[in-house]
């Protein structure tokens, strides 16, 4: 799945623009292409490169514009690498943009003082994707937040009050994706519920499948997580953060208090054949490196094969990095390590090298073909994960099961092979859908992969630590800390 803000631009832009869209992700750049004008959206991980991409294209004579919430929140910086910054939404200062470019007269940046009205919008560009290496897409029905978690950038870029599609708004893109299997990205879907009701009515006859994030308040609502299960849900993710009581007030996620409902919750979703992508994120400054064994323990006892283990990050505009930064805690490193698999920050009770330690240990432990198989035999053998989802183009069936085959069953490892019969026999016996079944053995392929990738780097990820950790924050003296 690619990120949605760029067919999204190019849905806004005028139509004699010729457009081309390319993400690194699943193809190359063109080598000596040379655009008369170069948008580019950015998040920290890509930050860095961004960068580099601007100076490219500038030097080629193209006009360079930046976007998204990195160039957002360090726009005198992106301003080096490029001619502006779109701040904040897009719709309408893209147009602006635009006819300042055509009449020769770009300012330095583009922001908006209110926030657009956001009941309707242009279907994304997809026909501008090569839809042949993407499996799903994005959809995003509404804007904003009403909670102000001290890490997270939302409220601040959106909004705390929340803005909402029309329906019918949303089907008609729904009907017009290229895909059948999407993510909605809202980063609550489900809190306005009187709304995602009649969404989910109006979607249950387009026969989807789709994932979205939202709080574990949907499974007090019966009615709700049913109709989400008859529209195609198959996963939620949920932004647990924290076990930690005190790390939850810490960030000001007061309402994420779960305690005994946890388990209630998790019960009825996992029942309504719907999974759980479990967040995490230890570093805040009442952590300890008791909190991964805490974490690992809660995914075994609720059986949650995906777990979203992360290290406290302080992206820029976030009230997390303004504390950071006051404190002298920010670490030197670059800003695509700060995506929450390397300790970009010097942490209150852990020294940096112990906490990347144990969080390598952890996801190690979480992700083991021995751990995935104990969740999966305890989560799918009750035959909750029936309903079978949307249609997978023929072409695709056939790479996507040759690749099952070859990564489990031509395996070394006798725990893949291990898993790999126990999905084969539930579809064998009717007890989970054949896509549900795969995608879970492709999706556990892939976590495991990116792990694998990340312990190739240990050598030069743990020096880049020790050539800079100062131990615990909470023992040094002031003389002692290190330069921002």
Not at 147 to 166: E, N
Not at 184 to 207: G, S, W
Not at 309 to 336: D, I, S
Not at 436 to 460: A, C, V
Request: glycine letters at 6%.
């Amino acid at each position: 799945m690619i990120p949605l803000a760029l067919p999204t631009i190019a849905a806004l832009t005028p139509g004699h623009y010729d457009i081309s869209i390319f993400d690194e992700e699943i193809g190359e750049l063109p080598g000596h292409a040379r655009p008369d004008i170069v948008g580019i959206t950015t998040i920290d991980a890509t930050g860095r490169r961004a960068f580099e991409i601007g100076d490219r294209y500038r030097a080629l004579g193209a006009k360079v514009v930046y976007g998204g919430p990195f160039a957002s929140y360090t726009r005198e910086e992106a301003l080096k690498h490029g001619d502006s910054v779109v701040v904040g939404e897009a719709e309408g200062k893209w147009e602006e943009c635009l006819a300042d470019f055509e009449n020769g007269c770009l300012k330095p940046v583009y922001e908006t003082q209110t926030y657009v009205d956001y009941k309707s919008q242009k279907p994304p560009r997809w026909d501008l994707v090569d839809m042949n290496r993407v499996f799903q897409v994005a959809i995003q029905v509404s804007r904003g937040c009403p909670f102000d978690c001290d890490f997270c950038l939302v409220s601040k870029t959106f909004g705390r009050k929340m803005r909402y599609r029309d329906v019918e708004n949303v089907v008609e893109e729904l009907k017009a994706a290229p895909v059948k299997y999407l993510f909605f990205v809202d980063d609550n879907l489900t809190i306005n519920k009187k709304y995602v009701k009649e969404l989910m009515r109006a979607i249950i006859p387009l026969k989807i499948s789709w994932g979205c994030m939202c709080s574990l308040d949907v499974a007090t609502d019966d009615e709700l997580l049913t109709l989400m299960a008859d529209a195609g849900c198959f996963n939620i993710l949920v932004g647990f953060e924290s076990l930690n009581p005190e790390s939850l007030d810490e960030s000001h996620k007061h309402h994420n208090r779960g305690g005994s409902i946890y388990a209630e919750a998790i019960r009825k979703i996992h029942a309504a054949g719907i999974h759980i992508s479990a967040s995490f994120v230890v570093g805040f400054d009442n952590d300890t490196l008791d909190e991964f064994d805490r974490i690992f323990n809660f995914s075994m006892e609720h059986n949650l094969p995906y777990v979203n283990l992360h290290l406290l990050n302080a992206a820029p505009g976030t009230e997390t990095h303004r504390k950071f930064q006051q404190e002298g805690r920010l670490f030197n490193c670059e800003p695509e390590l700060g995506v929450g698999h390397f300790p970009t920050l010097h942490y209150m009770n852990m020294s940096q090298i112990d906490l990347f330690d144990k969080y390598m240990e952890t996801i190690s432990r979480l992700y083991s073909f021995k751990t995935i198989r104990a969740k999966a035999e305890a989560l799918f053998s009750n035959g909750a994960f029936t309903r079978a989802g949307s249609d997978i183009p023929a072409s695709l069936k056939v790479r996507l099961s040759w690749i099952t085959f070859k990564e489990f069953v031509l395996s070394t490892d006798p725990e893949r092979r291990k898993l790999f019969w126990f999905i084969i026999g539930l579809i064998r016996t009717d007890r989970i859908a054949i896509d549900k079944g795969l995608g879970f053995m492709l999706s556990i392929l892939g976590y495991t992969r990116h792990i694998r990738s990340h312990h190739r780097n240990m050598k030069e990820f743990r020096q880049m630590i020790l050539d800079q950790d100062k131990g615990p924050w909470i023992k040094n003296e002031p003389n002692q800390q290190p330069p921002v």
